[in-house]
């Protein structure tokens, strides 16, 4: 399988910039950030505070343009780093599993 694009990964990572709701699985405080990129298979996104590698979040992304739905699932913290460029921590995430609304 030949692929054109840079990267060479399974999907394409597209630069994004919008609101993510999410939760531990099994509790019910939502915490706050904004997703950096997505992709076919996981997310990379910014929020104040850090969440453990190999926690199972529930994610909410809500694009900034109604056109476009928000994205509802379960994901798996694969990375999580201090933010280089500014506050909070960057995390990186798998989808698990797509969500009904």
């Known amino acids: 399988m030949s692929r054109d694009y ?5 999907f394409i990572r ?19 950030g904004r997703v950096i990129n997505l992709s076919g298979r996981g997310m990379l996104f ?19 343009r109604e056109i476009t739905p928000p994205l509802h699932a379960k994901v798996r913290v694969v990375r999580m780093e201090k933010n280089r460029r500014g506050e909070g921590y960057q995390i990186g995430a798998i989808i698990v599993e797509m ?3």
């Not at 840079?6 to 399974?10: I, P």
């Not at 597209?14 to 706050?32: A, H, L, P, Q, Y």
């Not at 910014?46 to 900034?64: F, K």
């Open 14 to 32: 597209v630069s994004v910039d919008c609101e993510i709701k999410f939760r531990e699985m099994g509790t019910e405080k939502m915490d706050s």
């Open 99 to 101: 969500l009904d609304d």
């Open 46 to 64: 910014v929020a104040e505070y850090g969440t453990p590698v190999d926690s199972h979040l529930e994610v909410l992304v809500t694009p900034e």
């Open 6 to 10: 840079d990267e060479k990964r399974d």
